[in-house]
Protein backbone atom coordinates (compact mmCIF):
# COMPACT_ATOMS: atom_id res chain seq x y z
CA UNK A 1 0.00 0.00 0.00
CA UNK A 2 1.41 3.17 -0.92
CA UNK A 3 1.91 5.97 1.82
CA UNK A 4 -0.30 8.70 2.23
CA UNK A 5 0.91 12.24 2.65
CA UNK A 6 -1.48 14.53 5.38
CA UNK A 7 -1.68 18.38 6.65
CA UNK A 8 1.17 19.29 9.13
CA UNK A 9 -1.97 20.12 11.25
CA UNK A 10 -3.33 16.92 11.20
CA UNK A 11 -0.77 13.99 10.62
CA UNK A 12 3.01 14.28 10.24
CA UNK A 13 3.96 13.10 6.70
CA UNK A 14 3.85 9.64 5.45
CA UNK A 15 0.76 8.52 7.09
CA UNK A 16 -1.28 6.08 6.14
CA UNK A 17 -5.29 6.88 6.48
CA UNK A 18 -5.70 4.11 8.94
CA UNK A 19 -4.15 6.26 11.92
CA UNK A 20 -6.96 8.79 11.17
CA UNK A 21 -9.50 5.19 12.80
CA UNK A 22 -7.15 5.09 15.69
CA UNK A 23 -6.83 8.38 16.76
CA UNK A 24 -10.65 8.93 16.67
CA UNK A 25 -10.78 5.99 18.30
CA UNK A 26 -8.44 7.39 21.23
CA UNK A 27 -10.40 10.88 20.68
CA UNK A 28 -13.84 8.82 22.19
CA UNK A 29 -12.15 6.36 25.06
CA UNK A 30 -10.50 9.66 26.12
CA UNK A 31 -13.58 12.05 26.12
CA UNK A 32 -15.20 9.06 28.49
CA UNK A 33 -12.10 8.24 30.69
CA UNK A 34 -11.79 12.31 31.31
CA UNK A 35 -15.50 12.01 33.26
CA UNK A 36 -14.92 8.64 34.51
CA UNK A 37 -11.84 9.33 36.36
CA UNK A 38 -13.51 12.05 38.20
CA UNK A 39 -17.14 10.78 38.62
CA UNK A 40 -16.28 6.82 39.23
CA UNK A 41 -14.76 8.17 42.78
CA UNK A 42 -17.82 10.71 43.54
CA UNK A 43 -20.38 7.62 42.80
CA UNK A 44 -18.65 5.05 44.73
CA UNK A 45 -19.05 7.67 47.44
CA UNK A 46 -22.64 8.15 46.79
CA UNK A 47 -23.81 4.71 47.06
CA UNK A 48 -22.14 4.75 50.23
CA UNK A 49 -18.69 3.18 50.21
CA UNK A 50 -15.59 4.73 52.38
CA UNK A 51 -12.39 5.66 51.24
CA UNK A 52 -10.49 2.77 51.66
CA UNK A 53 -13.18 0.46 49.22
CA UNK A 54 -12.96 3.41 46.71
CA UNK A 55 -9.04 3.03 46.41
CA UNK A 56 -9.63 -0.80 46.42
CA UNK A 57 -11.65 -0.45 43.33
CA UNK A 58 -9.32 1.89 41.62
CA UNK A 59 -6.74 -0.75 42.12
CA UNK A 60 -8.90 -3.44 41.14
CA UNK A 61 -9.57 -1.41 37.66
CA UNK A 62 -5.77 -1.17 37.19
CA UNK A 63 -4.99 -4.83 38.14
CA UNK A 64 -7.87 -5.95 35.73
CA UNK A 65 -6.22 -4.01 32.85
CA UNK A 66 -2.89 -5.44 33.78
CA UNK A 67 -4.16 -9.01 33.23
CA UNK A 68 -6.15 -8.55 30.68
CA UNK A 69 -3.30 -6.42 28.80
CA UNK A 70 -0.68 -9.61 29.60
CA UNK A 71 -2.88 -12.20 28.35
CA UNK A 72 -3.15 -9.86 24.94
CA UNK A 73 0.39 -9.44 24.53
CA UNK A 74 0.71 -12.93 24.49
CA UNK A 75 -1.25 -14.01 21.55
CA UNK A 76 -1.12 -10.54 19.94
CA UNK A 77 1.51 -11.95 17.43
CA UNK A 78 -0.75 -14.80 16.27
CA UNK A 79 -4.11 -13.37 16.22
CA UNK A 80 -5.43 -10.16 14.68
CA UNK A 81 -5.47 -7.49 16.74
CA UNK A 82 -8.13 -5.62 15.07
CA UNK A 83 -10.34 -8.18 16.23
CA UNK A 84 -8.66 -7.77 19.65
CA UNK A 85 -9.47 -4.42 19.94
CA UNK A 86 -13.05 -5.44 18.89
CA UNK A 87 -13.51 -8.14 21.78
CA UNK A 88 -11.94 -5.23 24.35
CA UNK A 89 -14.48 -2.82 23.17
CA UNK A 90 -17.66 -5.35 23.63
CA UNK A 91 -15.99 -5.71 27.49
CA UNK A 92 -15.81 -2.16 27.69
CA UNK A 93 -19.64 -1.65 26.79
CA UNK A 94 -20.22 -4.72 29.05
CA UNK A 95 -18.20 -3.03 31.99
CA UNK A 96 -20.02 0.22 31.68
CA UNK A 97 -23.99 -1.40 31.38
CA UNK A 98 -23.18 -3.33 34.24
CA UNK A 99 -21.61 -0.72 36.86
CA UNK A 100 -24.50 1.38 35.67
CA UNK A 101 -26.92 -0.51 37.88
CA UNK A 102 -24.61 -2.30 41.06
CA UNK A 103 -24.57 -0.55 44.23
CA UNK A 104 -23.05 -3.15 46.36
CA UNK A 105 -19.27 -3.15 47.15
CA UNK A 106 -18.74 -6.61 45.76
CA UNK A 107 -20.07 -6.70 42.34
CA UNK A 108 -18.14 -3.42 41.94
CA UNK A 109 -15.12 -4.80 42.55
CA UNK A 110 -15.86 -7.54 40.14
CA UNK A 111 -16.94 -5.03 37.21
CA UNK A 112 -13.73 -3.48 38.09
CA UNK A 113 -11.42 -6.55 37.32
CA UNK A 114 -12.66 -6.61 34.36
CA UNK A 115 -10.01 -4.05 33.48
CA UNK A 116 -11.95 -1.58 31.01
CA UNK A 117 -12.47 1.10 33.51
CA UNK A 118 -10.37 3.72 33.72
CA UNK A 119 -9.65 5.67 36.70
CA UNK A 120 -6.66 7.68 35.09
CA UNK A 121 -6.38 10.79 33.43
CA UNK A 122 -3.85 8.56 30.98
CA UNK A 123 -4.40 5.45 29.05
CA UNK A 124 -3.50 2.48 31.18
CA UNK A 125 -6.45 -0.10 29.29
CA UNK A 126 -5.42 -3.27 27.01
CA UNK A 127 -6.61 -0.83 24.21
CA UNK A 128 -3.77 1.41 24.10
CA UNK A 129 -0.76 -1.42 23.44
CA UNK A 130 -2.96 -2.65 20.30
CA UNK A 131 -3.03 1.11 19.26
CA UNK A 132 0.77 1.72 19.52
CA UNK A 133 1.19 -1.41 17.33
CA UNK A 134 -0.93 -0.42 14.73
CA UNK A 135 0.06 2.93 14.66
CA UNK A 136 3.89 2.27 14.37
CA UNK A 137 2.90 0.45 10.97
CA UNK A 138 1.31 3.92 9.64
CA UNK A 139 4.37 5.84 9.63
CA UNK A 140 7.83 6.10 8.76
CA UNK A 141 10.39 5.74 11.47
CA UNK A 142 11.60 9.93 11.05
CA UNK A 143 7.40 10.81 11.59
CA UNK A 144 6.83 8.35 14.42
CA UNK A 145 7.45 10.41 17.45
CA UNK A 146 5.33 13.25 15.66
CA UNK A 147 2.39 10.61 15.29
CA UNK A 148 2.59 9.54 18.69
CA UNK A 149 2.57 12.92 19.71
CA UNK A 150 -0.70 13.63 17.65
CA UNK A 151 -2.11 10.73 19.64
CA UNK A 152 -1.22 11.66 22.85
CA UNK A 153 -2.24 15.37 22.31
CA UNK A 154 -5.58 14.11 20.89
CA UNK A 155 -6.23 11.89 24.07
CA UNK A 156 -5.26 15.03 26.22
CA UNK A 157 -7.40 17.32 24.53
CA UNK A 158 -10.33 15.46 24.68
CA UNK A 159 -10.15 13.84 27.87
CA UNK A 160 -9.84 17.30 29.15
CA UNK A 161 -12.86 18.61 27.60
CA UNK A 162 -14.44 14.77 29.11
CA UNK A 163 -13.47 16.28 32.08
CA UNK A 164 -15.83 19.50 32.14
CA UNK A 165 -18.63 17.08 30.82
CA UNK A 166 -18.06 15.76 34.82
CA UNK A 167 -20.53 18.44 36.06
CA UNK A 168 -23.10 17.30 33.41
CA UNK A 169 -24.73 15.23 36.22
CA UNK A 170 -24.85 17.83 39.03
CA UNK A 171 -26.10 20.45 36.12
CA UNK A 172 -28.67 17.49 34.23
CA UNK A 173 -30.02 16.81 38.18
CA UNK A 174 -30.88 20.72 38.69
CA UNK A 175 -32.52 21.54 35.21
CA UNK A 176 -34.91 18.46 35.23
CA UNK A 177 -34.93 17.30 39.29
CA UNK A 178 -33.37 14.17 38.31
CA UNK A 179 -31.60 12.20 41.10
CA UNK A 180 -28.21 12.64 41.07
CA UNK A 181 -27.47 9.22 41.32
CA UNK A 182 -29.85 8.40 37.96
CA UNK A 183 -27.95 11.21 36.20
CA UNK A 184 -24.66 10.04 37.07
CA UNK A 185 -25.62 6.16 36.30
CA UNK A 186 -26.59 8.05 32.85
CA UNK A 187 -23.05 8.86 32.40
CA UNK A 188 -21.91 5.39 32.64
CA UNK A 189 -24.29 4.63 29.56
CA UNK A 190 -23.08 7.11 27.64
CA UNK A 191 -19.52 5.59 28.29
CA UNK A 192 -20.89 2.28 26.37
CA UNK A 193 -21.92 4.47 23.82
CA UNK A 194 -18.37 5.46 22.84
CA UNK A 195 -17.03 2.49 23.16
CA UNK A 196 -19.45 1.34 21.03
CA UNK A 197 -18.22 3.83 18.41
CA UNK A 198 -14.90 3.00 18.29
CA UNK A 199 -15.71 -0.74 17.97
CA UNK A 200 -17.29 0.68 14.76
CA UNK A 201 -13.90 2.31 14.04
CA UNK A 202 -11.96 -0.24 14.39
CA UNK A 203 -13.85 -2.75 12.43
CA UNK A 204 -12.56 -0.11 9.48
CA UNK A 205 -9.01 -1.35 9.78
CA UNK A 206 -7.04 -2.32 6.89
CA UNK A 207 -5.78 -5.74 7.35
CA UNK A 208 -2.35 -4.98 5.80
CA UNK A 209 -1.36 -3.24 8.58
CA UNK A 210 -0.93 -6.35 10.68
CA UNK A 211 0.99 -7.81 7.39
CA UNK A 212 4.80 -8.20 8.67
CA UNK A 213 8.10 -9.31 6.56
CA UNK A 214 8.75 -12.67 9.58
CA UNK A 215 6.48 -14.13 11.56
CA UNK A 216 7.40 -14.52 14.83
CA UNK A 217 7.01 -18.21 16.95
CA UNK A 218 7.20 -16.20 20.24
CA UNK A 219 5.92 -13.07 21.07
CA UNK A 220 9.42 -11.48 21.62
CA UNK A 221 12.81 -12.75 19.79
CA UNK A 222 15.77 -10.95 19.87
CA UNK A 223 14.52 -7.78 21.63
CA UNK A 224 13.07 -9.45 24.94
CA UNK A 225 16.21 -8.29 27.33
CA UNK A 226 15.61 -4.50 26.55
CA UNK A 227 12.18 -4.78 26.61
CA UNK A 228 12.03 -6.56 29.80
CA UNK A 229 14.32 -3.67 31.73
CA UNK A 230 12.10 -1.16 30.10
CA UNK A 231 8.69 -3.02 31.25
CA UNK A 232 10.94 -3.05 34.85
CA UNK A 233 11.21 0.63 35.14
CA UNK A 234 8.01 1.34 33.73
CA UNK A 235 6.72 -0.41 36.32
CA UNK A 236 8.42 1.80 38.97
CA UNK A 237 7.47 4.49 37.37
CA UNK A 238 3.63 3.67 37.61
CA UNK A 239 4.19 2.26 41.17
CA UNK A 240 4.76 6.32 41.66
CA UNK A 241 1.67 7.34 39.30
CA UNK A 242 -0.53 4.87 41.01
CA UNK A 243 -0.77 7.41 43.78
CA UNK A 244 -1.77 10.15 42.06
CA UNK A 245 -4.32 8.70 39.55
CA UNK A 246 -6.61 11.81 38.34
CA UNK A 247 -9.59 9.96 40.49
CA UNK A 248 -7.03 9.58 43.81
CA UNK A 249 -6.35 13.46 43.11
CA UNK A 250 -9.98 14.41 42.65
CA UNK A 251 -10.40 13.05 46.05
CA UNK A 252 -8.02 14.71 47.76
CA UNK A 253 -9.24 17.78 46.40
CA UNK A 254 -12.61 17.02 47.45
CA UNK A 255 -11.37 16.26 51.39
CA UNK A 256 -8.68 18.83 51.48
CA UNK A 257 -10.49 21.73 49.75
CA UNK A 258 -14.58 20.47 50.36
CA UNK A 259 -14.10 21.14 46.17
CA UNK A 260 -17.35 20.59 44.43
CA UNK A 261 -17.43 18.17 41.22
CA UNK A 262 -17.90 21.59 39.12
CA UNK A 263 -14.85 23.07 40.22
CA UNK A 264 -13.01 19.91 39.98
CA UNK A 265 -13.53 19.57 36.55
CA UNK A 266 -13.11 23.13 35.60
CA UNK A 267 -9.08 22.58 36.83
CA UNK A 268 -8.91 19.26 35.30
CA UNK A 269 -9.58 20.51 32.83
CA UNK A 270 -7.13 23.28 32.19
CA UNK A 271 -4.83 20.34 33.40
CA UNK A 272 -5.91 18.51 30.46
CA UNK A 273 -5.30 21.30 28.40
CA UNK A 274 -1.63 22.19 29.28
CA UNK A 275 -0.85 17.99 28.78
CA UNK A 276 -2.46 18.10 25.84
CA UNK A 277 -0.54 20.85 23.94
CA UNK A 278 2.60 19.86 25.72
CA UNK A 279 2.88 16.52 23.63
CA UNK A 280 3.15 18.31 20.82
CA UNK A 281 6.28 20.01 22.52
CA UNK A 282 7.98 16.65 23.59
CA UNK A 283 7.73 15.95 19.53
CA UNK A 284 10.52 18.82 18.87
CA UNK A 285 12.27 18.79 21.83
CA UNK A 286 12.72 14.48 20.98
CA UNK A 287 14.19 15.28 17.90
CA UNK A 288 16.49 17.58 18.85
CA UNK A 289 17.74 16.38 22.24
CA UNK A 290 16.62 12.68 22.01
CA UNK A 291 13.39 10.73 23.34
CA UNK A 292 15.54 9.86 26.93
CA UNK A 293 16.55 13.03 27.71
CA UNK A 294 13.12 14.35 26.83
CA UNK A 295 12.03 11.88 28.91
CA UNK A 296 14.36 12.49 32.14
CA UNK A 297 14.67 15.94 32.49
CA UNK A 298 11.04 16.77 31.43
CA UNK A 299 9.67 14.88 34.31
CA UNK A 300 12.14 15.26 37.20
CA UNK A 301 10.63 19.31 37.31
CA UNK A 302 6.76 17.48 37.27
CA UNK A 303 7.32 15.15 39.99
CA UNK A 304 8.86 18.14 41.79
CA UNK A 305 5.76 20.02 41.41
CA UNK A 306 3.92 17.56 42.78
CA UNK A 307 6.06 16.90 45.53
CA UNK A 308 5.44 20.48 47.12
CA UNK A 309 1.51 20.52 46.03
CA UNK A 310 0.64 19.21 49.87
CA UNK A 311 2.60 22.24 51.48
CA UNK A 312 0.58 24.70 49.82
CA UNK A 313 -1.60 26.37 52.22
CA UNK A 314 -4.09 27.39 49.63
CA UNK A 315 -6.51 26.21 46.79
CA UNK A 316 -5.01 28.58 44.16
CA UNK A 317 -1.26 27.92 44.79
CA UNK A 318 -2.22 24.03 44.46
CA UNK A 319 -4.06 24.56 41.12
CA UNK A 320 -0.48 26.43 40.31
CA UNK A 321 1.73 23.56 40.73
CA UNK A 322 -0.43 21.17 39.19
CA UNK A 323 -0.80 23.09 36.30
CA UNK A 324 2.60 23.41 35.95
CA UNK A 325 3.01 19.46 36.57
CA UNK A 326 0.69 18.85 33.61
CA UNK A 327 2.90 20.78 31.40
CA UNK A 328 5.68 18.37 31.99
CA UNK A 329 4.90 15.42 33.56
CA UNK A 330 3.41 14.15 30.08
CA UNK A 331 5.97 15.10 27.54
CA UNK A 332 7.54 11.86 28.51
CA UNK A 333 4.20 9.65 27.16
CA UNK A 334 5.03 10.00 22.92
CA UNK A 335 8.34 9.65 23.80
CA UNK A 336 8.38 6.96 25.44
CA UNK A 337 5.76 4.76 22.86
CA UNK A 338 8.17 5.85 20.49
CA UNK A 339 11.31 4.96 21.72
CA UNK A 340 9.71 1.05 22.93
CA UNK A 341 8.32 0.87 19.32
CA UNK A 342 11.73 1.85 17.98
CA UNK A 343 13.55 -0.42 19.52
CA UNK A 344 12.09 -3.72 18.16
CA UNK A 345 11.04 -5.02 15.13
CA UNK A 346 7.45 -4.64 13.48
CA UNK A 347 6.43 -8.21 14.66
CA UNK A 348 7.76 -7.63 18.12
CA UNK A 349 5.94 -4.37 18.82
CA UNK A 350 2.64 -6.06 19.84
CA UNK A 351 4.32 -7.70 23.08
CA UNK A 352 6.54 -5.08 23.56
CA UNK A 353 4.14 -3.06 23.92
CA UNK A 354 1.76 -5.33 26.07
CA UNK A 355 4.82 -6.66 28.22
CA UNK A 356 6.22 -2.56 28.55
CA UNK A 357 2.08 -1.74 29.58
CA UNK A 358 1.34 -4.53 32.12
CA UNK A 359 4.03 -4.30 34.54
CA UNK A 360 2.75 -0.40 34.62
CA UNK A 361 -0.68 -1.41 35.13
CA UNK A 362 -0.05 -4.02 37.54
CA UNK A 363 2.69 -1.94 39.48
CA UNK A 364 -0.21 0.98 39.36
CA UNK A 365 -2.87 -0.90 40.50
CA UNK A 366 -0.94 -1.81 44.05
CA UNK A 367 -0.59 2.29 44.86
CA UNK A 368 -4.15 3.53 45.12
CA UNK A 369 -5.16 0.75 48.03
CA UNK A 370 -2.28 2.34 49.65
CA UNK A 371 -3.39 5.95 49.01
CA UNK A 372 -6.67 5.35 49.77
CA UNK A 373 -5.82 4.38 53.21
CA UNK A 374 -3.50 7.14 53.63
CA UNK A 375 -5.97 9.81 52.60
CA UNK A 376 -8.60 8.23 55.22
CA UNK A 377 -5.87 8.90 57.99
CA UNK A 378 -4.91 12.24 56.62
CA UNK A 379 -5.84 15.07 54.01
CA UNK A 380 -2.12 16.28 54.15
CA UNK A 381 -1.65 14.41 50.82
CA UNK A 382 0.77 12.08 51.68
CA UNK A 383 0.44 10.00 48.33
CA UNK A 384 1.48 13.27 46.30
CA UNK A 385 4.79 13.23 48.11
CA UNK A 386 5.40 9.10 47.58
CA UNK A 387 4.29 9.49 44.16
CA UNK A 388 6.81 12.46 43.30
CA UNK A 389 9.66 10.48 44.48
CA UNK A 390 9.02 7.37 42.88
CA UNK A 391 9.19 9.33 39.75
CA UNK A 392 12.53 10.77 40.39
CA UNK A 393 14.02 7.61 41.00
CA UNK A 394 12.39 6.18 37.77
CA UNK A 395 13.88 8.88 35.74
CA UNK A 396 17.55 8.94 37.45
CA UNK A 397 17.26 4.89 36.89
CA UNK A 398 16.02 5.26 33.06
CA UNK A 399 18.72 8.34 32.31
CA UNK A 400 21.82 5.56 33.76
CA UNK A 401 20.51 2.44 32.04
CA UNK A 402 19.31 3.42 28.66
CA UNK A 403 20.89 7.28 28.25
CA UNK A 404 23.55 5.47 25.52
CA UNK A 405 20.78 3.38 23.93
CA UNK A 406 19.56 5.15 20.69
CA UNK A 407 16.55 4.70 18.56
CA UNK A 408 17.09 4.61 14.41
CA UNK A 409 16.47 7.74 13.68
CA UNK A 410 18.87 9.61 16.28
CA UNK A 411 21.71 8.17 14.56
CA UNK A 412 20.65 10.27 10.89
CA UNK A 413 19.62 13.30 12.25
CA UNK A 414 19.00 14.60 8.93
CA UNK A 415 16.27 12.32 8.80
CA UNK A 416 13.84 13.50 11.65
CA UNK A 417 10.85 14.53 11.03
CA UNK A 418 8.02 16.67 13.53
Known amino acids: MSRRAFPFSLLPPDTLPDARLLLAARALRAFGDGYI ?8 TLLGLSVLQVG ?18 SIAHRCRQRSLLILASVLAIAASLMIAFATDFWPLLLIALMGTLNPSSGDVSVFSPLEHSLLAQTVSAPSRTALFARYSLIGALVGAIGAQAAALPALAADLWMLELKTALQAMFLIYAVTALIGMQLYRGLSLQLEMHEQALSTP ?9 KLAALFSLDALGGGFAVQ ?8 Q ?8 AGAIFFWT ?10 AARIAARFGLINTMVFTHIPASIFLILAPFMPSLPLV ?20 YVMAVVSPGERPAAASVTAVPRSLAAAV ?29 LLLLRMFGHVKPPEETQPGARRD
Open 37 to 44: SLLLPFYL
Open 56 to 73: IIITATLLGAGVMTLAVG
Open 220 to 228: LGKSKKIVY
Open 247 to 254: SLLALWLF
Open 256 to 263: RFDLSIAA
Open 272 to 281: GVLTAFSHLA
Open 319 to 338: IMLLCLRSALSSMDVPARTS
Open 367 to 395: SPAFAGYLLSLSTFGWPLIICGGLKIAYD
